[in-house]
Every structure is written in structure tokens, then in C-alpha cells.
């Protein structure tokens, strides 16, 4: 993979935890983010803070 450094897995999860968006909508940032960065092949898709990057 080429492009940004990838957030470790505590990162991710402290994000996923102090996001105050309803579930759902959380859940759908993530798929958006995580499509983001497959689609590029990117290490990042470049929405720090938000689920899923």
C-alpha cells in the first residue's frame, strides 16, 4: 500500500467510541471511510477522527 500512515487499532477504536453519531450512522462513515481507502489503495482516507479511518 502507498499514501498515509495507518492509525493503529487503539486509535480506531478510541475514534469508534467518542464519535457521539447514533450507531448506524457510525457504522456507515466506516464503510465509506474503509471503501475510501480499498478504492485508492491508500493507508488512509484522510477524515481524521472519524470511524473508520
Given amino acids: 500500500m502507498s499514501g498515509g500512515s ?19 450512522e457510525r457504522t456507515r462513515i466506516a464503510a465509506r471511510n474503509h ?7 491508500e493507508g488512509c482516507c484522510g477524515n481524521y477522527g472519524e470511524p473508520g479511518c
Fill in 35 to 41: 471503501w475510501f481507502k480499498i478504492r485508492n489503495l
Fill in 6 to 24: 495507518r492509525p493503529g487499532p487503539a486509535r480506531r477504536w478510541r475514534d469508534w467510541r467518542r464519535s457521539t453519531r447514533e450507531s448506524m
